[in-house]
């Protein structure tokens, strides 16, 4: 098959890993990893890709990306379908499974996960922090926009305390990119903050499997054309339905 990934750059080493050693041919559009930070933007320029894909010579769009904030919901098929790994964060694309991310979510709910490619597309200087400043102010500006100010405050209030409450820094070590001076600056990191330190071992099968066209429906959704992503609010975590006419 001739497929086109669309993928967040933090994946880029294992996308392209996987793509030269996949039968499929693999075109590939990596987008800056700072636009989760702002779902309605993600959104859109996710929905501009898709839409200015040449569809006559692709048989299918790969999205490198999970639900990430809703940021999928509402996007929509074209002519050619889209397939996205059934995942709430990137994180489960790094562990291989939404189950074993379940898993490590239950057993240690404090925990800021780390990879080497969320640090390597952070800039020139490794982020010491759990969040990005700007970040944080320019969500802050959205919910007063959207809310109220009062309403703003109570909201980032809310998600500092789930700041406060990390309590392990996680690096999710793949083999094949064990680069010594990562691990390290986690290690810095988490002594700054206090934290517990440990490493998890990464695993690319979900990666794997969307590069190779093994799209079982457990573990992935294809949106045929005329098809929306919506969440489903459930293990399946996301579904779709016939694309709703919108006004402009």
């Known amino acids: 098959?001739?497929?086109?990934?669309?993928?967040?750059?933090?994946?880029?080493?294992?996308?392209?890993?996987?793509?030269?050693?996949?039968?499929n041919i693999i075109s590939t559009e990596?987008?800056?990893?700072?636009?989760?930070?702002?779902?309605?933007?993600l959104r859109s320029e996710l929905q501009n890709r898709i839409d200015n894909t040449e569809e006559k010579i692709y048989e299918g769009i790969l999205l490198g990306y999970a639900l990430c904030s809703n940021s999928l919901a509402g996007l929509r098929a074209r002519g050619i379908p889209l397939v996205v790994p059934r995942a709430h964060d990137c994180i489960t694309l790094f562990l291989g499974s939404k189950e074993n991310y379940n898993k490590h979510f239950t057993d240690e709910p404090g925990t800021y996960y780390y990879t080497h490619g969320w640090l390597e597309?952070?800039?020139?200087?490794?982020?010491?922090?759990?969040?990005?400043?700007?970040?944080?102010?320019?969500?802050?500006?959205?919910?007063?926009?959207?809310?109220?100010?009062?309403?703003?405050?109570?909201?980032?209030?809310?998600?500092?305390?789930?700041?406060?409450?990390y309590s392990r820094a996680a690096f999710i070590n793949l083999d094949f990119v064990d680069f010594g001076h990562y691990k390290e600056s986690v290690k810095e990191i988490a002594a700054e903050k206090g934290w517990r330190y440990e490493e998890l071992p990464g695993d690319m099968r979900l990666i794997?499997?969307?590069?190779?066209?093994?799209?079982?429906?457990?573990?992935?959704?294809?949106?045929?054309?005329?098809?929306?992503?919506?969440?489903?609010?459930?293990?399946?975590?996301?579904?779709?339905?016939?694309?709703?006419?919108?006004?402009?």
């Not at 990596?30 to 933007?41: A, I, Q, S, W, Y």
């Not at 969307?210 to 293990?235: A, C, K, M, T």
């Open 30 to 41: 990596f987008m800056k990893r700072g636009l989760h930070d702002e779902p309605d933007v």
């Open 121 to 165: 597309r952070a800039g020139t200087k490794i982020e010491r922090k759990t969040h990005d400043d700007r970040a944080l102010a320019k969500k802050y500006e959205q919910y007063v926009e959207k809310y109220g100010e009062d309403n703003a405050k109570y909201l980032m209030e809310f998600e500092r305390s789930w700041i406060d409450n």
């Open 1 to 23: 098959m001739r497929l086109k990934v669309i993928a967040c750059e933090v994946l880029f080493r294992e996308i392209c890993l996987c793509a030269a050693y996949s039968s």
């Open 208 to 248: 794997r499997k969307l590069i190779d066209g093994h799209w079982d429906r457990d573990e992935f959704l294809v949106v045929q054309p005329g098809e929306e992503i919506i969440p489903s609010y459930d293990n399946e975590i996301m579904k779709c339905r016939p694309a709703m006419v919108r006004s402009s």
